[in-house]
């Protein structure tokens, strides 16, 4: 089971690594630039929920696996970006595989260490969407998944709440419900992305008063 | 005592929650982006204070409450925006007590941390006006806090400085003393609204060679 | 050795808090906001090494030595400013001399925590950059340090690099190596900014494809 985990781990980890870099190359970062965007948007959502539980230092520190995956993805990024720009499909897939899998080992994790239900959910969501996050702000630009737009977080949410539930139910086994989780994130993504679903904002609420104006 | 201050706890984390949802509002962000802002204005401040002093999970990790009495504040504030901007005097004056609150609670907790008297004043106002700074950033602003205006950071660290005297004096209770600092942050920031007081800018100075021009 | 470190360190801390001051005269913040961003600049990435470590209250809050000297700093930009802009080649060189202290002393503090020597000198690099990313990100601009320009993290960088490989070859003591790699970040410095050096972008990469073009 540990070295699957640590294979699946990693593989989100370069993808988000991957998300990092392309951001980096956009915005005209040199190389060590683009580096540090791809190990912030492949470990940072982790990283800062390792923190919060005081697990230091976090796991994405405890072995050299992680940086170095980040590293040869911005690496690759920086050299090929015209041809990873061509990848689009294959990326969104292979991120929202990575969203779901962060999802629910982080909610699991903040189970492990005794977290509410709740907080624990939220957690795992922000495994998930912190990389992100951190990311935009580097490049000084309003967090994606802020903005209006297809569902990311919430499936990130309904992931991590599949593993809540089956914690709820005190299920003997994590494994079924963290599969479960991270297929159902998995497959909201793609759905939400191909009809185009999203979350409403503020302005779409209509008021009385606004439509007698 | 622990359940009329969890009351205030949570009232501070509702006000500060609402400001944070407003932004979110404000900035066009959906209703998962004004959640986010609601949580992060409402407990970032005492998040960031509870990591740097080691005091992991943070209080507002620790429990359901938090999290709730923030998503409450910011669905309130989605559907009722319009409704809410007119409440401003009201929330000003929430704001400023929650300010209060937070300051000299969050300086006393870094006092019972063993943290230099100078120190906790500092991480005091912090777990104050924290929330804020990160609601700003996550919109891509300046913090409030940073630029021009009234008194804010200066009244919570005012109240702050109150908490720390006490435990210099090795006053018996702590109690009077965190009265008296959130009141005098409360009226602080009052008085500074309603007299237009504000910190100087460099520009302020004025330096001979530069009058001679 | 401990009184030498110290000052060393203060030093450090009192430059880094010079460029965070006059970041906040440049961008009109108020003096509270300069003396934010001057502790900032400061000591944030030291805070943020020590987060990760567990090392908490970090080094710089553990007692009002880092603080003290921060906000002097400040006021002392805050007040002479026109002067220190005069002032641009000591500051360059006292920065160039904070950098390679501050990211020797982080790697070894990360070494002497047990992690792996890539993430310690990494960790050694965050410690020398951290406070400058962050002082950025308050005014609202992409990090210096990610944008082309003159060689400064990977100078960080090589400097920690030397401290590791003392660690590697296990040698006696830390300090000759810690002494060569502050020596090797400096020089790496001086000779980037005279000579003009930098570090590539993607778009410095040229494709045949491109060519053709």
């Known amino acids: 089971m540990g070295l699957v985990w640590l294979t699946l781990d990693l593989a989100g980890t370069a993808v988000f690594a991957i998300s990092g870099a392309a ?11 683009v580096a540090v965007l791809a190990f912030v948007a492949g470990n940072a959502g982790g990283m800062i929920r390792d923190v919060l539980l005081g697990a230091t230092p976090p796991a994405a520190l405890s072995g050299w696996h992680h940086v170095t995956v980040s590293l040869v993805a911005a690496l690759l990024t920086f050299v090929w970006h015209p041809r990873i720009e061509r990848l689009r499909t294959p990326i969104l897939l292979f991120d929202a595989a990575g969203l779901g899998l962060f999802a629910v080992s982080g909610t699991q994790k903040a189970l492990a ?9 939220i957690l795992g969501m922000l495994s998930g969407i912190g990389g992100g996050v951190l990311r935009d702000l580097l490049v000084n630009e309003i967090p994606t998944v802020l903005r209006r737009g297809e569902l990311y977080a919430v499936a990130a949410f309904a992931g991590a709440a599949v593993v809540v539930a089956g914690h709820w139910l005190q299920l003997p086994s994590s494994v079924p419900t963290m599969i479960g989780g991270a297929v159902l994130c998995f497959g909201l993504r793609l759905v939400s992305i191909r009809r185009g679903w999203s979350l409403p904002t503020a302005e779409d609420i209509e008021w009385p008063s606004q439509k007698q104006r």
């Open 113 to 121: 260490y005794g977290l509410d239900p709740l907080v624990a959910a």
């Open 23 to 33: 951001a980096g190359v956009k915005h005209r970062l040199d190389v060590f630039g």
